[in-house]
């Protein structure tokens, strides 16, 4: 049995115990150089966020749009890894021992570290989930046998278009949260049909108690505010990879403000 005791529990648990919504921010690891992440993680939190879900840097991560696979590129160009990644959660631990990190990227890094060793390097850096993009459940349960010994959460994701039956066998493996994806097309694609997010979200709670967020196309307080009236939390990510990317050629003090202030604004949007 699991003792519960991991952070993204323990973070729902008190969000919901204090009628909030969970504000999950998404950067890349490395972007827009492998320096400036850590401090980015801190101004999340600092700012409001709740999770902070650290992009793996993949040649081809092809759930995203052209703005997270620029954050992807530039990244790479700093030969940012799964590893290096590892060690800069590792180092977030020194002075951040509360906020929940997941992993997200994409099954080939994992497969080639093999599954055991990551999982025993992502426990001993502090990492709380994980959520491989192109992992289906068939494929997910020999990853989900090595996470389960670390206590280190699966997190799934669910579209619009996902059936019924999908959704019992995604919801069976799954911890943590779900991550419902609220459109049909990759991050930061069109916008946000909230009787459809609000129809597919009532479904899925007839399957599983874990609490649901929902990202993609999620830009800024107002469409958090949106989707949290249906959702336990509200996952932002291109918006963020997008000004960081703009801001790549400005003084750090410059991107970490602009990260904060947008922080800021969409939890804003989340309390109100």
């Known amino acids: 049995m699991k003792s519960n005791m991991n952070r993204i529990n323990q973070r729902m648990l008190a969000l919901k115990q204090a009628n909030k919504k969970a504000l999950v921010t998404y950067i890349v690891s490395g972007d827009p150089s492998p320096d400036i992440t850590l401090d980015a993680m801190h101004a999340l939190v600092s700012n409001g966020a709740d999770i902070i879900e650290l992009g793996i840097p993949f040649s081809d991560p092809m759930a995203e749009g052209p703005v997270i696979q620029l954050g992807h590129e530039r990244a790479l160009v700093h030969n940012v890894s799964l590893t290096s990644t590892m060690a800069i959660v590792k180092q977030f631990r020194e002075t951040d021992t509360d906020t929940p990190v997941v992993l997200m990227g ?109 990202g993609f196309g999620i830009k800024d307080g107002a469409s958090a505010k949106s989707v949290a009236e249906y959702a336990d939390g509200a996952v932002v990510g291109s918006v963020f990879v997008d000004k960081m990317g703009a801001l790549q050629n400005e003084h750090r003090d410059v991107v970490l403000s602009a990260v904060g202030q947008l922080t800021a604004e969409i939890r804003s949007g989340l309390d109100n």
Do not use: W
């Open 106 to 214: 994409y099954a080939n890094p994992i497969e080639r570290m093999g599954y055991s060793k990551f999982a025993t390097i992502a426990s001993d850096s502090g990492v709380d989930g994980v959520l491989t993009v192109d992992l289906p459940p068939e494929e997910a349960v020999a990853l989900n046998v090595e996470l389960k010994k670390v206590e280190i959460e699966n997190i799934f994701l669910l579209a619009p278009t996902t059936t019924v039956q999908r959704i019992r066998e995604v919801v069976s493996l799954a911890s943590g949260f779900v991550y419902y994806v609220s459109l049909k097309g990759v991050t930061g694609a069109g916008n946000l049909d909230l009787k459809s997010v609000k129809d597919k979200l009532t479904l899925i709670r007839q399957h599983t108690d874990l609490p649901i967020c929902v």
